[in-house]
């Protein structure tokens, strides 16, 4: 999970997240973005090389300061997905199709 917070640029932070999610999905990322944060899925080098970049853009939006909080699950046993990761959780939860059918909305 990466969360990139611009400081002192006022209360409305959507601009500025949505330069870093494009920046994200341009270097081939996929990305969930949510309330907290965004989920990325993608190779690590891809990720270091495309944070790098966003914080970049965000330099040349006149953001003096930034704060990065990264969240990092790596698997060797095999390749992990998002997707895979919430559906695990939500077939386990006692009305799934419920649970399943709030979240798409």
């Not at 409305?12 to 270097?27: F, G, K, M, N, P």
């Not at 081939?28 to 790098?52: D, I, K, M, P, S």
């Amino acid at each position: 999970m990466v969360s990139l917070t611009p400081i002192g640029v006022g209360m409305s932070l959507s601009a500025y997240i949505a330069t870093c999610v494009r920046v994200l999905q341009e270097a081939g990322l996929h990305c969930q973005l949510h309330a907290h944060g965004t989920n990325v899925e993608g190779e690590w080098e891809t990720l270091c090389t495309a944070l790098a970049r966003c914080f970049e853009q965000l330099q040349q939006q006149n953001v003096q300061r930034i704060s990065l909080w990264l969240k990092v699950e790596m698997r060797s046993d095999r390749e992990p997905s998002l997707e895979a990761a919430v559906r695990s959780v939500v077939e386990k939860l006692p009305s799934a199709a419920t649970v399943q059918q709030q979240s798409s909305m």
